[in-house]
């Protein structure tokens, strides 16, 4: 019986041996971020107080951006086959007609601005992926999270977008 004993012991010894090794080196290595995708909860709201452009604003911009754009894409579906778009019925009133042109034009002109608003979605999505969303094209500095909540398509800090706007008057004006 002695014997086991003994056994049990140089065991016990070479278990504690391994595990106080394994121990150190978890220790002496820095901790390995998971790489894994990051949830937010749907009613997050990025905060000054957090790195600005950490993983969470990044998700969380990524969905506000990837919803606009489904609804954005709901409404032009909806506007081009329920809407009045495919009413081909000639009235013989001429008033009748022109408020009819007239309507079909403003929602021909609402769907284009959709359209084009999309692919500032789609440019904005890929400055997410390029890691550079949040930052001014312009001056590189950070465009701050209230802008880029209210317009998350935001490429530009307000100083910047001043100057461009003024830009294209000026250009508009020759």
Avoid at 4 to 17: C, F, G, L, N, R
Avoid at 139 to 154: H, W
Wanted: hydrophobic share 30%; net charge positive; with cysteine.
């Amino acid at each position: 019986m002695p014997k086991t004993s003994k056994v049990k012991k140089k065991i016990s010894k070479t278990k504690a041996k391994a595990v106080s090794k394994t121990k150190a080196k978890t220790l002496s290595k820095p901790k390995e971020v998971n790489k894994g995708p990051i949830r937010i909860s749907k009613t997050y709201i990025p905060k000054d107080t957090e790195k600005y452009m950490c993983e969470k604003h990044k998700v969380y911009f990524r969905m506000k951006l990837q919803e606009w754009k489904k609804e954005l894409i709901k409404s032009n579906n909806e506007a081009l086959y329920n809407g009045s778009m495919d009413d081909n019925s000639i009235s013989a009133d001429i008033v009748d007609q022109a408020s009819s042109y007239t309507d079909k034009n403003v929602e021909m002109k609402a769907i284009n601005r959709q359209i084009k608003l999309i692919s500032e979605i789609d440019k904005a999505l890929a400055r997410i992926r390029e890691d550079t969303f949040g930052f001014c094209l312009d001056t590189a500095e950070p465009i701050g999270l209230k802008r880029l909540m209210a317009r998350p398509v935001a490429k530009y800090t307000i100083a910047a977008q001043e100057k461009h706007e003024k830009d294209e008057k000026v250009h508009a004006d020759d």
